[in-house]
């Protein structure tokens, strides 16, 4: 599975580039001050975190339930143009998540995403992951 294939991701527009998450702006995207909204900045960090679970735990466990609990999301400047999402770190680490996973049953994973837009941070969000086997 890719996140660009689930239909909200579609929708608003999201695509995976090369293993990038990115959002190409259009004027559906802007906000009333002409800036991309904040809603499409959240998706595009949501879906760049939905990226790294399935990237790490998706081939081991092609049907884990993987969800989202917590989302935050600290708007740190506007963009105006195309939007990307990258993972810049994880408590705990995949590896340890893994052996959670794989003794357990279920384990939990923190995801913190920046939101590019023209080589500028514009967002920093943290998505606290829920992912339980079979």
Request: hydrophobic residues 40%.
């Amino acid at each position: 599975m890719r996140v660009s294939d689930l239909p909200f991701n579609k929708h608003i527009g999201i695509q995976d580039r090369n293993g990038v998450v990115t959002i190409p702006v259009k004027d559906l995207h802007m906000n009333h001050l002409g800036t991309v909204h904040a809603t499409a900045i959240y998706g595009v960090a949501e879906a760049g975190s939905g990226r790294f679970i399935i990237e790490n735990f998706g081939y081991e466990f092609p049907d884990a339930l993987a969800v989202t609990r917590i989302g935050t999301v600290k708007y740190k400047s506007a963009a105006r143009e195309d939007i990307m999402a990258e993972v810049t770190d994880s408590k705990p680490h995949p590896h340890q998540a893994l052996d959670r996973l794989r003794q357990k049953g279920a384990a939990k994973i923190a995801v913190e995403v920046s939101v590019h837009s023209n080589n500028e941070i514009v967002a920093i969000a943290t998505f606290d992951w829920f992912i339980k086997n079979g």
